[in-house]
């Protein structure tokens, strides 16, 4: 078999799926490939997740949609490497959190996303994993893209993986309808893939999402919301949750590449 479509030259046995993970590949076979191959950046974070989660939640729970995202796009996409660390400084209260200041996370994320553009690839996605790298990663992609505004085959996202999916389709089982922090949903996807690692889930109160100033950015800290660090209902949490929510997430994580890897090169529209 010969992936002629993104450039590779040697020969692949087709019992095996071509891994398209960058850890794994050689510098020849990353100089094989065609520019126009989405790359998907990983973003996490390691910080507290209430009494019951551990610290890395973010990023084992991310590692495990860009598997199974890479599994659904086989070819079509290179994945770098995870990067764990994230802006988490609103958790810094809880011991065991570790965060990059603001600037230096910015210019961390933004020096990636230069090291790619620098190695001639052109459609570069930070996939996030965490709620605090959301206003970091659309600024990173949108200080790429002034830097190199002369431009104009880029195309530079930043796209978290649980916005992908259209929660709505949620059963009825289902209490929480968006992520929170340690609640419903990271529980019970914890509880799909690494239930050695959750606590007593379901002794932990419910702890309500609020609705403060909601037409306002508010500048806070966890402790403002949440003193035990969750946030939502951790109790509800199961594994069969857990695996609908995986998939539910990968499904669109693939479909979202997907389109990447369709656009036409210059256009506005997707």
Request: glycine share 10%; hydrophobic share 40%; with cysteine.
């Amino acid at each position: 078999m010969f992936f002629e479509n993104i450039g590779l030259t040697y020969e692949q046995d087709d019992s095996l799926p071509f891994t398209m993970k960058l850890s794994e590949l050689k510098w020849p076979d990353v100089e094989g490939l065609g520019r126009d191959l989405p790359v998907v950046i990983p973003i996490a974070a390691h910080e507290q997740h209430g009494h019951h989660m551990p610290l890395h939640t973010d990023s084992i729970l991310l590692q495990e949609v860009a598997r199974r995202s890479e599994l659904g796009l086989v070819d079509k996409a290179l994945f770098a490497p995870l990067t764990w660390l994230g802006n988490s400084h609103h958790h810094m209260d809880f011991p065991g959190t570790l965060s990059a200041d603001s600037r230096v996370y910015l210019d961390l994320l933004t020096g990636l996303i230069d090291n790619f553009l620098q190695h001639g690839f052109r459609r570069l996605l930070l996939l996030n994993g965490h709620g605090g790298n959301k206003v970091p990663g659309a600024q990173a992609v949108f200080e790429a893209r002034q830097a190199n505004r002369d431009r104009k085959d880029l195309l530079l996202l930043s796209a978290t993986y649980w916005d992908q999916a259209e929660p709505t389709v949620l059963g009825d089982e289902f209490v929480q309808q968006e992520m929170g922090h340690a609640g419903e949903w990271e529980t019970s996807m914890m509880l799909a893939i690494r239930p050695e690692l959750v606590g007593d889930h379901q002794s932990v109160e419910d702890v309500p999402f609020g609705s403060a100033f909601s037409r306002a950015d508010r500048g806070w800290t966890m402790p403002d919301r949440s003193e035990p660090g969750h946030i939502g209902c951790p109790s509800k949490a199961n594994a069969e949750k857990g695996e609908i929510l995986l998939k539910l997430f990968s499904e669109g994580v693939v479909g979202l590449v997907e389109e990447i890897g369709l656009w036409d090169g210059r256009s506005w529209d997707g």
